[in-house]
C-alpha cells in the first residue's frame, strides 16, 4: 500500500478517534453504494453525520477541504440517501469534513460541521 494510502487509512482512524471523543456514535466506516464511498457516518442526538475526511502530510498552500468536487458531494449526497432509506431513519442529516495536517511532528484536526448543503 502507498504512503499516502496508509495515511489516509490513519486519518480516518484519528478522525473516528476525534469524533467519539466529542461524543459521537460511530454507525459506519467506509460505506458504499454504487460509486459512492463515504469514510465515516457518526450520530449525535438525532443528527446523523456523514464525514468526509482529507489528511495531509504536507505543507499544500490550498485549502484541504476544498478538494472536495461537485461529483464528490453528490455522490456523498446518493450515499447517504441510500443509508437513510436503507435503514429506515428519521433523522436530520448534515454533511462535515475533518481535515487532518500532519506536518513533521504537529497534528492539527479541523472539523467543519455542515460544511455543504445539498438541495
Request: charge should be neutral.
Amino acid at each position: 500500500m502507498g504512503k499516502h494510502n496508509e495515511f489516509g487509512k490513519e486519518g480516518e482512524q484519528i478522525a473516528v478517534n476525534f469524533l467519539i471523543k466529542k461524543g459521537y456514535k460511530i454507525k459506519y466506516r467506509n460505506y458504499r453504494y454504487l460509486k459512492a464511498e463515504i469514510d465515516v457516518i457518526a450520530q449525535m442526538n438525532n443528527t446523523l453525520c456523514i464525514v468526509e475526511v482529507r489528511s495531509r502530510s504536507s505543507d499544500f498552500i490550498e485549502n484541504i477541504a476544498e478538494t472536495i468536487t461537485k461529483k464528490k458531494i453528490r455522490l456523498l449526497v446518493m450515499g447517504a440517501d441510500h443509508y437513510v432509506i436503507e435503514n429506515d431513519l428519521d433523522v436530520e442529516v448534515r454533511f462535515d469534513v475533518i481535515t487532518i495536517l500532519k506536518n513533521k511532528r504537529i497534528l492539527e484536526v479541523e472539523h467543519l460541521e455542515n460544511a455543504f448543503h445539498y438541495f
